[in-house]
């Protein structure tokens, strides 16, 4: 197998988002009431009503969940290394609709340093759509 470096890319970008959802996601799971907390109290001078905030939790925890595990299974599967789109790619696009939807939540609850920083993470998604 050569590697090249849109290969290495492919691989590096689909890694970092399994480890970065999985993680997340798994915290949202665990943590359920601290998170909770956290975005009530983040999202209070929002638009979203109070009861709102746990639907909302629980949507952004299954699309950080689906993001994470198809990267994950994307790696393992080494649809990375082949040619197309596949599993990994996949993965990777549904990473960045995950950023796109914490980037709404940051900007709407008015957190535009939170938003900078999704910002970034978003861009890493972008160039690693580019590689598949």
């Keep these: 197998m050569s590697y090249s470096a ?3 890319l492919r691989f590096l970008v689909t890694a970092f988002f399994a ?3 999985l993680q997340s996601a798994f915290d949202k799971i665990v943590d359920r009431d601290g998170n909770l907390a956290y975005f009530g109290d983040h999202f209070r001078s929002s638009p979203f009503p109070p009861h709102l905030v746990a639907r909302l939790l629980t949507a952004l925890t299954l699309l950080e969940l689906s993001a994470g595990l198809l990267c994950a299974l994307g ?3 080494g649809s990375w ?3 197309g789109f596949g599993v990994a790619g996949l993965g990777v696009a549904t990473s960045g609709f995950a950023l796109l939807a914490l980037i709404i939540g940051q900007r709407l609850a008015k957190d535009y340093a939170g938003a900078a920083v999704v910002a970034a993470y978003f861009a ?3 160039i690693g759509l580019t590689a598949f």
Excluded: P
Aim: charged share 15%; proline share 0%.
């Design 6 to 8: 849109e290969l290495i």
């Design 19 to 21: 480890v970065v959802f």
């Design 75 to 77: 790696i393992i599967s």
């Design 81 to 83: 290394a082949r040619g």
């Design 124 to 126: 890493v998604a972008l």
